[in-house]
């Protein structure tokens, strides 16, 4: 301990001896970093609006739903409470948004085709938070209330029945007494979707309007909850599930959408999977450096060996030499990915690919997202692995026997 | 009590297909404040003999003793040890470290000693003075001459005042100014502070500086002289 400051010195002098490969080093740590955490909040970004675009279309954070109804979406597995029993236990319990909706499977026809989506009977006013489209960005108009008698369809499924605002669709799915429901709409609005096939999937009418044609009273098939993070989303969890029992189902939203869960933890294991590779790649570069610098230095290793320096010391002095170039690689580089992200952080139009993109659900804007928990991770990855690669070259000048390398030529 | 004994040292080193005897059964002893040249033609065993006593070098067979403490069978850090605090080292070439300034390098051994700062400072201010480099303190290797670099080697060798200092070819890279005004600070410092000197030469200037001169031979002592006699 009392030689940190004598080994520290040794180091940073050594470090600047030759400084034309120091900052050569430095430059290929900083750029390495650099791609880590760049590529890292491009691909973050990706992920977040995935799951973001995605939750806002369906799942929102927690769902509850009849204990069945994940296996059989229809009509006949209904939450059993009132309407009035869901405003006493879930109004005023601190969630960001709730809603409950009615969602069937159900068809929908113009004069010229069918197709069949999921209809969506909602409250406009409890689902503003949770929407993934903003109601005023609708072409025509959105729902003004749970009794709008109109029906809002995606932009490509408007296309795709060959129908407009104005025009008449006919909505048909059954009722809980499997009888046919069904009944005019015309289409008062058409949303957009980052992805056509969201656009092609949704149809929106009021909730009073869904539950009067399915012949349901104010019964309902699906509430939603939105918490603050869909990372965190534990406490929206616990506090759904302590004022529920058993006669419904709470889900957690990569419970419901698995798919798009598994993906984010693939993306999570590919992002550590990346910050590893690229260290390798300039692992090389590091071990090389300390090599030579060792080698450089053979005599005056021996030479403090032979003036009663500990073999531990030389060891500390490499390693810190070592770590002094990572610190200062790694703060280059977090500092040029803050400088290159932040700015981006608006968006970057990827329109050029997005129809590619869409098949994974992604949106044809990227969002580079910068987390300060992956600025950490790639930080403790470089200094971790920069240090396990420093200890061979270390190792090896700490084992020079001082007679031979004090006359090493 | 001695400074050094050895006592039937035998070192052999293979060269090739080749043994070669550094050290042939060599026992010596040298009292306290004894300034003793070692003197043999190159692969006569001097330096051989130097790192034994040094603790550099472990003999294959005999006895080393510093100080009467057996330092042979020690291990690494404890020879470690020994080197930092009872023995004092000044090499041939390549002696401070080029990082550090010459009060640096002086203050390197006690640094590794925990001697406290504000003292460290004080004694490697001191002893650049007695060796004639006052003003040279924040100089680094690079930007002194060689003699000034042996004299700040020399500092560093004597600033924690060890008993024992040995010196292996101090002069061999000097011009001859510069090797008198080493060797007369070698002799100061042995006369001044009682520092037993061993140093290993072939410099007869050297030699004629020495108490007592021991001369060897295809590793063996074939010659032990009380010059002062």
Known sequence: MRLTPVLFRLAWRNLWRNHRRTIIMLGAVGVGVWAMIFMTALTRGMVDQMVIDSIGVLPGHVQMHHPDFQDDPSISNRIPFQEAELQERFAGAGFKAWASRVRVPAVISSERESRGVTLLGVDPDAERDISFFDYDAVDGRYLTDASDQGIVIGKKLAETLETGIGKRVVLMSQDPDNDIADRGFRVIGLYAATTKSVEESYAYIGKSTAQQMLNIGDETTEVVFLGDDYRDIEGTYKAVSSVVDASVSVLRWHEIDTYLGTMMRVMDGFVLIWVVVIFMALSFGLVNTLVMAVFERVREIGLMLALGMKPGSILGQILIESMLLLTLGLAAGNALAWATVVPLEDGIDISIVAEGMEMWGASSMLYPKLYASDMILATGVVLLLGFLASLAPAWRASRYKPVEAITKV | ?229
């Open chain 2, 1 to 229: 009590m001695s400074a050094v004994r050895c006592i039937d040292l035998c070192k052999t080193y293979r060269q090739g297909e080749q043994d070669i005897k550094a050290l042939d059964h060599v026992s010596i002893e040298i009292a306290r404040g004894e300034f003793v040249c070692l003197s043999a033609p190159s692969g006569g065993g001097k330096t051989t003999l130097l790192n034994a006593i040094g603790g550099l070098d472990i003999p294959d067979s005999g006895e080393v003793y510093i100080d009467g403490k057996r330092i042979d069978q020690l291990s690494k850090g404890e020879l470690a040890d020994v080197r930092l605090h009872q023995i004092g080292f000044v090499f041939q070439a390549y002696n401070l470290i080029p990082v550090l300034t010459a009060q640096e390098n002086v203050e390197f051994v006690m640094q590794v000693q925990g001697v406290p700062a504000t003292e460290r400072v004080t004694k490697s201010r001191a002893i650049l003075k007695e060796v004639g480099l006052e003003g040279l303190e924040d100089r680094r290797p690079a930007q002194m001459s060689g003699g000034q670099q042996q004299r700040v080697a020399v500092a560093r060798a004597i600033a924690s005042r060890p008993a024992l200092v040995l010196a292996d070819e101090p002069t061999a890279n000097l011009d001859s100014k510069s090797a008198d005004e080493l060797m007369a600070l070698f002799t100061e410092l042995n006369e001044h502070h009682k520092t037993t000197f061993v140093i290993a030469t072939h410099d007869q200037r050297v030699m004629s500086y020495a108490g007592r001169l021991i001369r060897m031979l295809d590793g063996r002592i074939v010659d032990d002289i009380n010059q002062r006699a």
